[in-house]
């Protein structure tokens, strides 16, 4: 097992090799002067595109410039991104537990309802509670992120006042947090202003979730419903779940620890499925409600072609999905005892 | 074999409501201008069609319907901007311009007219639809054949990147390398087929693998038939029947990531006739006017029931044909 982990994560340097290299090498297709405005952090830089080019080599071969680029990126040095006007390994600091925080709290009701409905669907199957569940997935799969985002907040923002509007913070407890700073603890707001016993801006926050969570957790616990209520309607139907029940077992029992243990067995490879749309959904998400994770920093990015933000943001999410498919791998294999990886 | 496929559609009343939506898109895609006709103002296509007035546009004996249809110039796909006043004008409320008053059908957001926008966006999506699944289905096809045919370690290369690939959520690769290549239509397209084909390569290779162990396959090598002569004409034609059911579905799914990719801003000019930019627009308009809560819903409701709509209907067809040429289906 630790020699399966340890190889795998020797593969992680090899995938971000190649992936900035391709970065790179896409690069190639622009001419040097356009490379050059990738880089300019200032009007000065701007008026001498041709000094930028020198000093950065922007002119030279392919091979030269990768090597540039990751002597630079070995000593941590990912360059200077326009969008956030930080340096990125700053942004990155800065962004990335936000947006933790966002799928931290999308993920509680994206397991409830793709688990805890998906398993009850496939129990009562053909209830008015499966039923819904359909209707749930059909509704999930059907509205693009987006337009799910931008629907939430036309009716709820919008037309009824009951939410509020895009932003991480009302302007007032914007002021207050300037103000009356709370430590920086974890980058987390809530859970800064939590523990700094902060109420109004900790609640504040929490309101200022909803609708994104409610949005990421459309967009990604519909696949895991689907699977989940068929993999648990399979498994309900072998004959080890009959022997069960008619040895005397009591329902709850079959059906929680005989039947859902293994319907879940397909469900956790999803996991990294679900991660990998949260990272997706989190662009779009965030940037809907102006909400300052790396989502809406790679946005940003992306439109102002800012160059070294956008592969900063590509080399991220390439670790956080090397990470997570591990960690999918090691979790199968802890729930499954049959998985062994030698 | 392909009628009980066509029996099996049309026993599927959900099929039908799919059918049913995908060729309303299909026919506004094909009919564009007729149904939203370009003007004299807004944009600078009855101009370049060659034309003095809308209703030539109509008349099939003229040349101008026939381009219109077939070979639209690319002023046409520029949204019919009517003015420059950002607030939006409701649907059919008389807007002023300088060729007189009009009534846009389903009204203006940020001067440009919604229904126009939505009609040649139409257009737009399903010509990139077309053309990205095209070049997909063919490169993902001939990798994959490749790649299963000969095995070792071309199946190796080719499988690692492949793997690269699949371990990147798809909508930020796409968003990464259209930004790196730069906005346009071509490198939208090209940033598709780049980060698809590896889909239907995996596809294609597992069936690849699965008729080139079969006996007809031998009997053609034994007849000394040569490796491409096998892979065309034996190995493919019995290998496609999956991956052509990705690419029905895919024609569904590649609008819907295009709208997603211009409602961030990154591909397609302001301006151009497509879904994501009037959702894109509607952005500024989710409060109404001081008083009147409801006052801008049409700026969001229009685009975004194109897009559901759309979604909902390739997804119907799509479920349909799975399960009709599903083998364990009643």
């Known amino acids: 097992m630790l020699a399966f982990i340890v190889r795998r994560l020797l593969a992680l340097p090899l995938v971000l090799l190649a992936l900035s290299l391709a970065i790179v090498g896409l690069l190639q297709f622009l001419t040097p002067e356009q490379r050059a405005v990738a880089f300019v952090q200032n009007e000065q830089q701007l008026r001498n595109l041709d000094k930028v080019i020198r000093e950065k080599g922007l002119d030279q071969p392919f091979w030269v410039q990768y090597s540039n680029w990751l002597k630079e990126a070995l000593r941590g040095n990912l360059g200077f991104s326009k969008a956030s006007n930080k340096s990125v390994v700053e942004t990155i600091k800065e962004r990335f537990p936000a947006t933790l925080e966002l799928a931290l709290f999308a993920s509680v009701p994206i397991i409830v309802i793709g688990i805890w409905l998906g398993t009850l669907a496939a129990l009562r199957k053909d209830s008015w509670l499966d039923q819904l569940a359909r209707v749930f997935v059909v509704v999930a799969y059907n509205v693009p992120t987006f337009v799910m985002g931008i629907l939430l907040l036309v009716v709820f923002y919008g037309f009824l006042g009951l939410a509020p509007g895009p932003g991480q913070l009302s302007p007032e407890n914007q002021i207050a947090l300037i103000l009356n700073p709370v430590p920086r603890r974890t980058g987390m707001l809530s859970v800064d202003a939590l523990l700094a016993g902060n109420w109004p801006v900790f609640l504040d926050v929490l309101r200022h979730l909803i609708l994104p969570v409610i949005t990421l957790t459309t967009v990604s616990s519909a696949t895991l419903l689907k699977v989940t209520r068929s993999s648990m309607l399979e498994v309900l139907s072998q004959d080890y779940i009959r022997t069960a029940r008619a040895k005397g077992l009591p329902d709850r029992v079959v059906n929680l620890k005989h039947a859902r243990r293994n319907a879940l067995l397909p469900v956790i490879t999803l996991a990294s499925f679900t991660v990998m749309g949260l990272l997706s959904g989190a662009v779009i998400t965030e940037t809907i409600f102006a909400y300052p994770g790396i989502g809406s920093w790679g946005a940003q990015a992306a439109t102002l072609f800012d160059v070294p933000g956008i592969m900063g943001f590509a080399i991220l999410t390439a670790i956080v999905t090397v990470v997570v498919n591990l960690a999918t791998d090691i979790l199968y294999a802890l729930v499954d005892p049959r998985v062994r990886y030698d | ?330």
């Open chain 2, 1 to 330: 074999m392909r009628s009980r496929f066509l029996a099996r559609l049309r026993r599927n009343r959900l099929a039908w409501l799919g059918i049913f939506l995908v060729s309303l898109y299909l026919l506004t895609a094909l009919l564009a201008p007729l149904i939203a006709p370009p003007r004299p103002v807004g944009n600078n296509c009855l101009r370049d069609l060659g034309a003095k007035a809308t209703a030539e546009v109509y008349n099939p004996l003229g040349p101008v319907f026939w381009k219109a249809l077939f070979a639209a110039p690319a002023s046409c796909y520029q949204i019919a901007r009517v003015n420059y006043r950002p607030e939006p004008s409701p649907p059919l409320a008389p807007v002023e311009t300088e060729a007189g008053v009009i009534r846009p059908l389903m009204g203006t957001s940020s001067g440009y007219d919604v229904f126009y926008g939505l009609v040649w966006g139409t257009r737009t999506a399903l010509r990139l639809a077309l053309v990205v699944v095209g070049l997909q289905f063919l490169v993902g096809v001939l990798v994959g054949a490749i790649s299963g045919y000969f095995g070792g370690v071309v199946d190796n290369v080719i499988q690692r990147v492949v793997e690269v690939i699949f371990a990147f959520p798809g909508f930020v690769l796409l968003m990464v390398i259209t930004t790196l290549l730069g906005p346009s239509l071509e490198h939208i397209i090209l940033a598709f087929v780049l980060v698809g084909w590896a889909g239907y390569a995996r596809v294609v290779r597992g069936e690849v693998l699965r008729v080139r162990a079969l006996d007809f396959v031998e009997g053609a090598r034994a007849l000394g038939a040569s490796h491409g002569r096998i892979i065309l004409r034996h190995v493919l034609p019995n290998s496609l029947t999956a991956v052509t059911v990705v690419a029905v579905l895919d024609l569904g799914s590649v609008p819907l990531s295009a709208a997603a990719l211009s409602f961030l801003g990154i591909g397609l000019p302001v301006g151009y006739a497509d879904w994501g930019q009037l959702v894109a627009f509607a952005r500024s308009w989710i409060q109404g006017p001081p008083g009147n809560p409801f006052g801008y819903w049409y700026v969001s409701f229009f685009p975004a029931m194109t897009i559901i709509l759309f979604g909902l209907g390739w997804n119907l067809l799509g479920d349909a044909v799975r399960d009709a040429l599903d083998p364990r289906g009643a």
